[in-house]
């Protein structure tokens, strides 16, 4: 049996994510919610969700002394980011007056504006909330089994801008085109929310579950 490292770090209510593992994981894997940073080490595959402010985010990885856990976690098994899980492996962030990431990735998390607009000039609502397609930039294993342009859940105000292409696994279209996915070895990240992207979304997590780290 294989275990499966939900990283809690009292940022946003986590059983949804959990639910949605232990529903595509079946009795082969175990998940397991939670903040021991010797438990996440452990753990055969590792999530790394999150929600609310990129500096609460910070303070409370190293309040739980979990930032050279999360790091090492990414630099040695399959790893999945999502939402503000995924924002915080960038460099900076530009939440909070600027925050100092966790510097795995080039990029920085960017606002979108109080005045954000699509192409014909109507006004589009901040924070980014609802039901969009995400397009895929390259082929993954964690995409098997899902239509490029599907539709997934984001709720956010601020959006990943890199310089390294190779590192865009996916984008999403809201005013302009912006970074919702990334993808390096054995690290796969997103913006939305897969556990409450319906059948998409699970499929996702399944593909995570069933995936070796290679890419």
Known sequence: MHSIAVIDY?????????????????????????????QVIQADRVVFPGQGAAGDCMRAIDEYELRETIIEAANSRPFLGICMGMQVLIEHSEENQGTDCLGLYAGQVRY??????????????????????????RPHPLWNAIDNGERFYFVHSYYL???????????CEYGFSFTSAIAKDNVFALQCHPEKSADAGLQLLANFVAWDGQA
């Open 10 to 38: 009292g940022m946003g209510n986590l059983r949804s994510v959990v639910n949605a593992l232990e529903h595509v994981a079946g009795k082969k894997h175990r998940i397991e919610l939670t903040s021991d940073p010797a």
């Open 112 to 137: 979108f504006g109080d005045t954000h607009h699509d192409a014909d000039g109507e006004k589009l609502k901040v924070p980014h909330m609802g039901w969009n397609r995400l397009y895929q930039s």
């Open 161 to 171: 801008q890199t310089s390294d292409k190779n590192l865009v696994a996916g984008e």
